[in-house]
Antibody, heavy 123, light 111 residues
Framework: QVQLVQSGAEVKKPGASVKVSCKAS????????ISWVRQAPGQGLEWMGW????????NYAQKVQGRVTMTTDTSTSTAYMELRSLRSDDTAVYYC????????????????WGQGTLVTVSS | QSVLTQPPSVSGAPGQRVTISCTGSSSNIGAVYDVHWYQQLPGTAPKLLIYGNNNRPSGVPDRFSGSKSGTSASLAITGLQAEDEADYYCQSYDSSLSGYVFGIGTKVTVL
């Protein structure tokens, strides 16, 4: 079965960087993209960006453009999300999600999710 | 502020029917883009509930149904059960933002 397992919780100081990993199993990694979605405490879901499974294409949300880099490593079936210049409002649970394409349906959908990684930004 | 508007909360007694609206605009739902719905149980990751406006993934009970008309979409839960108490999010794509967008989420409470 499809499984996405994320790295553990992180505590960072303002201005630092964080890199979260998402290891995939149960499917052909190159064939699906990975999106990253975050959820601040008590808030809703916010899409951050997307990267293709074979690491040749990506698209970032305007809000984090310039501070985020999303990559994949096909040799280990792992996706990474690095966020730089952290601020207190970056405190959130970060989820990776598999991006699937269904014929006749637009846009693509997020059909499997990781368990989430809590990133806390605090001085 | 999300470009997709949902009511913050809805509630119903067990067995009742509740609906959740998701209102967008001509750059997202009103364009060529479909709507997907996700269920987030307390303390867990979101789960795909409805895709392509009205399709259920394998394993999702047929108590859940979706529809889309114009710039809005709806999720209906019939025969409400205690286990349906969760947050529900609509999701689509916005051509002005060139990215995926989520609604603010709706908390469903079973009375």
């Amino acid at each position: 079965q499809v499984q996405l397992v994320q790295s553990g919780a992180e505590v960072k100081k303002p201005g630092a960087s964080v890199k979260v990993s998402c290891k995939a199993s149960g499917y052909t990694f190159r064939s699906y993209g990975i999106s990253w979605v975050r959820q601040a405490p008590g808030q809703g879901l916010e899409w951050m960006g997307w990267t293709s499974g074979n690491n040749d294409n990506r698209n970032y949300a305007q809000k984090v453009q310039g501070r985020v880099t999303m990559t994949t490593d096909t040799s280990t079936s792992t996706a990474y999300m690095e966020l730089r210049s952290l601020r207190s409002d970056d405190t959130a649970v970060y989820y990776c999600a598999r991006v699937s394409m269904v014929q006749g349906v637009t846009p693509r959908l997020f059909d499997s999710w990781g368990q989430g990684t809590l990133v806390t930004v605090s001085s | 502020q999300s470009v997709l508007t949902q009511p913050p909360s809805v509630s119903g007694a067990p067995g009742q029917r509740v609906t959740i609206s998701c209102t967008g605009s001509s750059s997202n739902i009103g364009a060529v883009y479909d709507v997907h719905w996700y269920q987030q149980l307390p303390g867990t990751a979101p789960k795909l509930l409805i895709y392509g406006n009205n399709n259920r993934p394998s394993g999702v009970p047929d108590r859940f149904s979706g529809s889309k008309s114009g710039t809005s979409a709806s999720l209906a839960i019939t025969g409400l059960q205690a286990e349906d108490e969760a947050d529900y999010y609509c999701q689509s794509y916005d051509s002005s933002l060139s990215g995926y967008v989520f609604g603010i989420g709706t908390k469903v409470t079973v009375l």
